[in-house]
């Protein structure tokens, strides 16, 4: 998605407001005192920032404009260095100019600077005259997914009386994932509790051949042969010790319903609800990341809506594992487009989901609320058979009641207030798990 570029006018340098303003002084002198030498000094004085405006007016750079970012995936608070090559392709030197690269509103950019002279463009035989590269650092301070560009050009006429300024190139999106907070490393066997019961139970399960065991492939090491499995069925088969090899772990986002994996566009809103959001997302980010680290296979799913069936238009829903899992889920997470319309939702999906799942083993699930609704905190409660452990980590601004509603339903409530906390949170959170499993 790309911005529309503004209609740019020439306007005139101090130079050129300075020149008008004598011209015009002169012509009053001249027409009071009846001095027509100085008139034509006047009209001079007059028409040479007219000629120079029109002059920049007609000027069309034709720039080719490649960028680069350094590293192309960063995280918020953090730079990236972005690598710009500008190439000339006209017919003629292109010099004297000024740019500047379009930066999103908060990014600390690039001031202008002057842009080397490039040579006329060579189709035959280049020698790189006609392109020159420049460097600048960008910090991104916010969560989110921004165009940055295109390239601003500046020119003048050569006695720089008037300016105009010309976009070069398409802007480019770089990627601003959140926060992420080291969690305690010994903790982190707080949701493997149930992964340990859930590898116990599947093989405890009377049909455990049939579960943990499937066809022999060409490759598979015979260590693997599954003798009683192979008896019974009168083909070779095999252990697929990986169907377990991972456990699960379910980890819910309070995000608005319209919010959907896309271009993030900061609205006006309170300086307080949009830091609340922005904390639960890195809250989430980091449990997630974590668990991933520790081998868990991670479902990110929003509170309420992905129960509903929505499939690919829910606001967001994937499932993850490594290797590669964590930055697919930070940039997911980056590209979490906040709107605060449209936050109501039923809560008998929620009942529906835990009807499906029957008498399976229970995954561990970590709920991060910012705002929820009363039917988001039904939806929670609903769901609360289908997990164990169950931690809702909440901000300052979530509702007592809804607190109250979580706890009643046995999930463990944390509170989180500021991101220096998470740590904190995480520490108590595993270490109540681990009690209550006890």
């Given at each position: 998605m790309s911005r529309p570029r503004p209609i740019s006018w020439p306007r005139l340098t101090r130079r050129g407001i300075a020149l008008v303003a004598?011209?015009?002084?002169?012509?009053g002198v001249s027409l009071w005192f009846d001095l027509r030498?100085?008139?034509?000094?006047?009209?001079v004085g007059i028409?040479?920032?007219?000629v120079a405006a029109a002059f920049v007016?007609?000027?069309?750079?034709?720039?080719?404009?490649?960028?680069q970012f350094s590293p192309a995936v960063v995280r918020a608070g953090e730079s990236t260095v972005v690598g710009l090559v500008v190439q000339n392709r006209g017919p003629r030197t292109f010099d004297g100019a000024h740019w500047r690269d379009r930066a999103p509103d908060s990014a600390v950019g690039p001031p202008e600077s002057l842009l080397p002279a490039l040579g006329p463009h060579e189709a035959v035989l280049p020698s790189g005259d006609d392109r020159v590269r420049v460097e600048y650092r960008l910090r991104m301070p916010r969560r989110g997914v921004y165009p940055v560009g295109p390239l601003r050009i500046g020119m003048h006429d050569p006695f720089a009386l008037a300016v105009v300024e010309r976009d070069a190139g398409s802007a480019h999106e770089i990627v601003v994932t959140p926060r992420v907070?080291?969690?305690?490393?010994?903790?982190?066997?707080?949701a493997s509790i149930d992964g340990v019961v859930h590898g116990l139970q599947r093989r405890n399960h009377p049909n455990s051949d049939e579960l943990i065991a499937r066809e022999y492939r060409y490759g598979d090491p015979l260590r693997r042969v599954n003798w009683p499995a192979t008896a019974r069925r009168g083909e070779l088969m095999v252990r697929e010790e990986e169907q377990?090899?991972?456990?699960?772990?379910?980890v819910l986002l309070d995000v608005p319903s319209s919010s959907r994996p896309g271009l993030v566009v900061h609205r006006e809103r309170g300086h307080d609800g949009d830091e609340r959001?922005?904390?639960?997302?890195?809250?989430?980010?980091?449990?997630?990341?974590?668990?991933?680290?520790h081998g868990f296979r991670v479902r990110c799913t929003s509170v309420g809506e992905h129960e509903r069936g929505l499939g690919p238009t829910a606001p967001f829903d994937g499932t993850y594992r490594m290797p590669g899992g964590d930055r697919l889920l930070l940039e997911d997470l980056a590209r979490v487009d906040l709107d605060e319309q449209g936050r109501r939702r039923d809560d008998r999906a929620a009942a529906s989901e835990v009807r499906t799942r029957g008498r399976d083993a229970r995954e561990p699930a970590f709920a991060v609320?910012?705002?929820?609704?009363?039917?988001?905190?039904?939806?929670?409660?609903?769901?609360?058979?289908?997990?164990?452990?169950?931690?809702a980590f909440v901000t300052a601004t979530v509702p007592a009641a809804v607190r109250q509603m979580l706890e009643d339903a046995d999930w463990t409530v944390v509170t989180v207030r500021r991101a220096s906390e998470i740590g904190g949170a995480w520490a108590a959170s595993a270490t109540t798990a681990v009690r209550d499993a006890s």
């Amino acid at each position: 998605m790309s911005r529309p570029r503004p209609i740019s006018w020439p306007r005139l340098t101090r130079r050129g407001i300075a020149l008008v303003a004598v011209g015009v002084v002169l012509a009053g002198v001249s027409l009071w005192f009846d001095l027509r030498d100085i008139l034509v000094l006047a009209f001079v004085g007059i028409a040479m920032p007219v000629v120079a405006a029109a002059f920049v007016a007609t000027r069309r750079p034709r720039l080719a404009v490649q960028r680069q970012f350094s590293p192309a995936v960063v995280r918020a608070g953090e730079s990236t260095v972005v690598g710009l090559v500008v190439q000339n392709r006209g017919p003629r030197t292109f010099d004297g100019a000024h740019w500047r690269d379009r930066a999103p509103d908060s990014a600390v950019g690039p001031p202008e600077s002057l842009l080397p002279a490039l040579g006329p463009h060579e189709a035959v035989l280049p020698s790189g005259d006609d392109r020159v590269r420049v460097e600048y650092r960008l910090r991104m301070p916010r969560r989110g997914v921004y165009p940055v560009g295109p390239l601003r050009i500046g020119m003048h006429d050569p006695f720089a009386l008037a300016v105009v300024e010309r976009d070069a190139g398409s802007a480019h999106e770089i990627v601003v994932t959140p926060r992420v907070t080291p969690l305690a490393e010994a903790l982190a066997t707080a949701a493997s509790i149930d992964g340990v019961v859930h590898g116990l139970q599947r093989r405890n399960h009377p049909n455990s051949d049939e579960l943990i065991a499937r066809e022999y492939r060409y490759g598979d090491p015979l260590r693997r042969v599954n003798w009683p499995a192979t008896a019974r069925r009168g083909e070779l088969m095999v252990r697929e010790e990986e169907q377990r090899g991972d456990p699960e772990a379910r980890v819910l986002l309070d995000v608005p319903s319209s919010s959907r994996p896309g271009l993030v566009v900061h609205r006006e809103r309170g300086h307080d609800g949009d830091e609340r959001y922005e904390l639960a997302i890195e809250v989430a980010a980091s449990i997630g990341v974590h668990l991933l680290e520790h081998g868990f296979r991670v479902r990110c799913t929003s509170v309420g809506e992905h129960e509903r069936g929505l499939g690919p238009t829910a606001p967001f829903d994937g499932t993850y594992r490594m290797p590669g899992g964590d930055r697919l889920l930070l940039e997911d997470l980056a590209r979490v487009d906040l709107d605060e319309q449209g936050r109501r939702r039923d809560d008998r999906a929620a009942a529906s989901e835990v009807r499906t799942r029957g008498r399976d083993a229970r995954e561990p699930a970590f709920a991060v609320l910012a705002d929820p609704s009363a039917a988001d905190a039904g939806a929670l409660v609903a769901l609360r058979p289908a997990f164990e452990p169950a931690v809702a980590f909440v901000t300052a601004t979530v509702p007592a009641a809804v607190r109250q509603m979580l706890e009643d339903a046995d999930w463990t409530v944390v509170t989180v207030r500021r991101a220096s906390e998470i740590g904190g949170a995480w520490a108590a959170s595993a270490t109540t798990a681990v009690r209550d499993a006890s």
